[in-house]
């Protein structure tokens, strides 16, 4: 037994607390026949929207399995599919317990608050324990199996990638069709609340957040952690043979597997601290656990640093990395909560109308890119230079690896803290859809409430962390393509970064016509069964809840293709045509472009939506005002901001940048055909 | 006498030809007293606010002459002066004549559209060619004066581009606070028609089509103008001193100068042939002069391609740029005008509402970045191969800005069909304040409605030719810099790029707030006049249009300052900070991303407006309908987009590359003092 297998038994004992977690929920009362028979609805929608993605899932790793066999030899497949299968029964895991422990939330809720808060949040868990003992436990098989060759380990970030790239995409366009469809006919047209059980799309609804904001989340920072554990392995393998300054001759590769597992271990007692809270406030609770988790990270690494390279310089690279993902955490609750002015001047600029309140949305989402920017711009200088990238540049690129593993160490309580907010706000859907007792509403609201704070940190820590694993990624496929230059000054390479920069914009405009149209057929679907299902209005004709899943699920696969084909196409195409320096322009490019249409996108959404709550709590006219309708404008046009193109971008740039890494070799040697003819 | 002097004398040439055409112009009839008087009010608010604006560029340039005298010499300042000065003059000629061209278009329109149609393109016309003209004149006499030094004409490019932020943000913020001030309060509000005389903003309104779209645009092209001659002789230089093949030993100078020489005289054929087409169709008489103009240009610079260098490599390079050129401004039309899907699509979506509306515009605008991103991208290559780049890339830089060169061959033209729009618009306004006859009315909407599709054209010029001439100019700085790698692997590049992409966000933020804030003071404004000025709305209390001319004037200026700091200090605080490398990835990743917002902002902008005009149509609904009032939502969002932030990236791209090229010097001896610190 290696010391890597050591720490994929970390990932083991990760997996069987995410067991013990579940069991824990699952021995917890589903309260009366009626939750029980709408959790059942949700939890069939969300099983019934999975089986039909593994149908397209397997043709897409089959077909991309075969590429591989042909161009880069069977272990990278065999990876490939791991990844892939590794992925897929992350998310299983996740969403099973999620769409179980939602209604138990809301019976918990029945008796109180700290029970509903310790179940919502042991969901949670399982998501987050799922994702990082899955993703240590398949990287370090697979990196012992193959003898510890990393070329082969990439076909496990790939897989990882690509079962990324369905969840959130095509989770994204999932749940905001079926959230704008049951909005826009049943709140707006048929003047019904919320949640109500006569909406026909409610069910598809709520099997969204699961969809979405579960899965599609869970998978996002699955491929961060085992991509930024694969970058550092490639790039501390050519730091070690570059001569890196170290106590161990391993050093540079025990050193972010040791730290991952301390992630891992320090994660479980963040989240015992966490549920056991005494605190009355859900987010007291959920910080303490964070906090407390946070600081072993830290402690762990300082010893790990030391005794593995003698100093504080790896420490030191891991802590920016950290402390760089927290602060962009807190940057996206500045822009997007209304606890700050950005949020109430769009609340106030919807005085005049939806023009200016989109207006404002849009230049708070802008501006909100420059703080992030700048962190990851010291993130990156930190990391490189602290680790001695100006003796030897590998030394320093190694850095930027540690510093995304920093970031994603506790990965297992940021998932858990984020995952725990859907589950929140689908008890509160089912209690009101089963008609519980107001109180009970009252405190999954609040619960509700913190989870969406959460979840804007959540999502300006995936995009963090995407941003640092794709430089990472980026710095590894140089090394795989062996180019040792990717100079701007090379018009091949201008071309490259033009047209890198332009794709999340397509991407962008793509995922959100995927919404338009999937939120289009759902409106028609939910309208035809108002008209047509005979005394559905008063409660006595049952909705064909079934029909409306089944639109949303259709719609999402079907439109995930083109841009699916396009991240993983495209890196490939440019690499052959005009060679691996062009293709070097192209990821950072797109890498750039990427991570501010992010950010941009992620945080206009983010801002609208609470603008929009922030009217309705009575400010500026209140609920049912004309500034309220200029909020819910924003709020709408937000929803895929946020939701699906958005988070959608952390997908691209990863995807793309591995894409490239995994197929370096091919490109290193084939690359640049059409330039060859050009010149 | 020298050739270049001689090329300056065909500027003369055509700044007599310009004021022929402005006596020509003056001679005619400006109607009644009451339209005597209207025009009036428009001109001296016109003026009002060019003189307010002198008076802040005069701090402006002082401080900056100061510094450059400080830091590179008194050459260098004086050039920088004299390319302010001239870059003013432009805007004044055109101006003037514009203000004095509107008055009289209307007139002629009671005769007729072919005078009307004759006097407002005249008016473009003279705008036109002031920009060529005081352009090449400028650039012959100092090249000449300091001896053939192309060091210190950069300060001349950098006069140019001050002026032009100045011009662009400043009349973006002005045109668009005035026209949503007088929309919102006027059309919406109080339910009077557009260009109504009861309206306080009317004028102010009118005003800022002047201001905004013709001294704007001017300097802008005057800026792309100069910018990609200076950009084209110090690589030009740099390739003669790399052994160039050429017949002439000056070829690779003698060639942009004779070029753009030869561009007037075709353009002053191509305006004779427009002014005097006998097609009933404007569109046709505009574009007939167009191609008429491309074409000998083309034939030209065949000629002089082969009979410089001996083949027809530079001719090639210039075709590219032209072609390049006309093809993105046709397919911002295709993104942009009613005749085709994208903008009936829109309209289609504005039927479920205003968000609807948002989200399809934004994604047609993404979407719009792809096709003219590999235009360019088509056009680096080939100019950069076909001149030998392969070779030596020296050559091969010198052809991508030969491109550029191509593209602009025919500004005189392009800028003259482009400021032809806003004459024929406030034509329209003051034959409607004025009540001349509903025939009148009529042949200015027609003239009108043929320059919105002239603009969308323009604008998509001004961008293509923004992004060839920034990249033109960063090849240039490169050189003066003295770097001759820019290495992405880098982390220090990289920090750059991310920094410089996000430059575009911010910069489009902070002029979208501009605008709204400055519109917020023109609504109340605009409120207060409705209630305090006893008959105003029964036409006997005279509105105080002057103050609301004030507002606008003062916004503008105000909020022209933060952006245009940013612009000016961050690329010198990047050099300063952490080098030449870190500012070439700084150069690179603003020029992509500001080329892509520009695109998207302008495309989205121009969609939203005439999805609008197709409901307006009768479409969907019509006037006044549920997705009427949705397609003004979009409209009134595309105002600031297509008129304000997205034309400001023009300006942003090229100032920050030619002060990078400025202070190049500068950089290379003193610059990378963090970075210096941090290693």
Redesign the interface.
Known sequence: MNLYLLCGLVGVFALIFALVLGKGINSKSAGNERMKELAGYIQDGAMAFLKREYFYLAIFVGAVCVLILLTLGWQTAIAFVVGAIFSIFAGYFGMRIATSANVRTAEAARHGQKGALEIAFSGGAVMGMSVVGLGILGVSILYTAFDYNVVYLTGFGLGASSIALFARVGGGIYTKAADVGAD?VGKVEAGIPEDDPRNPAVIADNVGDNVGDVAGMGADLFESYVGSLISAITLGTAAMAAGIESLNDKAAIFFPFLLLAAGIVASVVGILIARKSKADNPQKALDSGTYIGGIIVIIISAVLSKMLFGGFTAFIAVLVGLVVGMLIGKITEIYTSADYKHVTNIAE?SQ?????N???G??????S??IP??L??IG??VS??VMG??TN?TF??YG?ALSAIGMLSITGLTVAVDAYGPIADNAGGIAEMAGLPKEVRQITDKLDSVGNTTAAIGKGFAIGSAALTS?ALF?AF?QAAK?????????????G???G??LP??F???T??S??KAA?EM?EEVRRQFKTIPGIMEGKGKPDYAKCVDISTTAALKEMMLPGIIAIVSPIGIGLLLGAEAL??FL??AV??G??VAI?MANSGGAWDNAKKYIELGNFGGKGSETHKAG???D??GD?FKDTSGPSMNILIKLMTIVSLVFAPLIAEYGGILLNL??
Do not use: R
Request: hydrophobic share 60%.
């Open positions: 826009l600029q005049t109308g939806a023009a200016t989109i207006i404002s849009l230049a708070v989402g802008m501006k890119t420059m920017i700048i990851i711009a990156v200088l490189f230079y990238g100006n540049a320093g690129l930027i430089l710095a140089a180019i040792t230059n990717i100079d701007l000054l090379e018009p091949i390479t201008l071309v970064l033009l047209i920069a332009m914009f397509i962008g405009a793509l959100m016509e919404v338009s289009n409106i070097g322009g950072g490019g750039a472009s991570v501010l941009f819910v404008v924003g709408t046009v895929p050009i010149k």
